[in-house]
Nanobody, 123 residues
Framework: QVQLVESGGGLVQAGGSLRLSCAAS????????MGWFRQAPGKERDFVSA????????YYADSVKGRFTISRDNAKNTVYLQMNSLKPEDTAVYHC????????????????WGQGTQVTVSS
């Protein structure tokens, strides 16, 4: 298991930017694909982005392509989500997650989860 702690959420106006961070501890960080998911009130947890163990492959949900960028620094055991051109519909709790798969966008393949960080985008 790997322990995950997100940070960087907050309140931002539409069109603004935020960078989320997720710090990992425990077993070797580079052994895990990492992902970001988000959950708005009353809705299911949805896939946002994922990155492979070595950072060479990245997946994005269609709703965030061109606006969000995922990256990782294996030396710092941290994965990031740069969010630009934010929209009110991006408002949600954002969770990072770790998977033993090389890379995946399937929520069922992520076994470790952080508590989440709130992102609120005002119109």
């Amino acid at each position: 298991q790997v322990q995950l702690v997100e940070s960087g959420g907050g309140l931002v106006q539409a069109g603004g930017s935020l960078r989320l961070s997720c710090a990992a501890s425990g077993r070797t960080f580079s052994s895990y694909a990492m992902g970001w998911f988000r959950q708005a009130p009353g809705k299911e947890r949805d896939f946002v982005s994922a990155i492979s163990r070595n950072g060479g492959t990245k997946y994005y949900a269609d709703s965030v392509k061109g606006r969000f960028t995922i990256s990782r620094d294996n030396a710092k055991n941290t994965v990031y989500l740069q969010m630009n051109s934010l929209k009110p519909e991006d408002t949600a709790v954002y969770h990072c997650a770790a998977s033993v798969w090389h890379i995946t966008d399937s929520i069922d393949r992520f076994g470790s989860w952080g508590q989440g960080t709130q992102v609120t985008v005002s119109s």
